[in-house]
């Protein structure tokens, strides 16, 4: 009887085991983030697929959540990014997205003053996110940290 081997996972496949591994060990983000010398956010958004991996740093973050090899190796595919990745009825997402409906216009005009006609970069671009102390609760303050990039003419 012959064995018919399981085709590669996909980053899709990996991201949902990486979650999976994740809560089962309890590590934390930030931990994995400190593990391959990368940001919390960055490493975040690499497992969950929005980057790829080196080899180094698959294998690194593998043996800290315990991820089969089919997992490590799926984890340097190129990424899978765009609106069909992010689930929009997730509650935080969503908010996040009326916050670019309410503000977004705000933003265009404010960067459009400032810097001229031209777009935030998503690619030259960090992320930061940090816990506020408040009395009234808490509160999450995000930083996006996008180059300029001016509209060309020719």
Do not use: C
């Amino acid at each position: 009887m012959s064995i018919t081997p399981l085709p590669p996972l996909d980053r899709r496949q990996a991201a949902t085991a990486v979650l999976a591994a994740k809560k089962r060990t309890g590590v934390r983000w930030a931990d994995l983030g400190k593990a391959i010398g990368m940001s919390t956010e960055w490493t975040t958004a690499a497992l969950l697929g929005q980057h790829p991996l080196t080899d180094d740093q698959a294998a690194t973050l593998g043996s800290a959540l315990e991820l089969d090899a089919a997992v490590v190796e799926a984890l340097t595919l190129p990424p899978v990014r765009g609106k069909d990745v992010s689930d929009s009825s997730e509650p935080l997402v969503y908010r996040l997205q009326e916050v670019v409906q309410v503000y977004g216009s705000t933003i265009h005009e404010l960067v459009r003053e400032e810097f001229g006609d031209g777009i935030i970069s998503a690619i030259d671009f960090e992320l930061e996110l940090e816990r506020v102390p408040d009395p009234k609760g808490d509160r999450v303050r995000v930083t996006l940290n996008g180059k300029f990039l001016p509209y060309r003419t020719w």
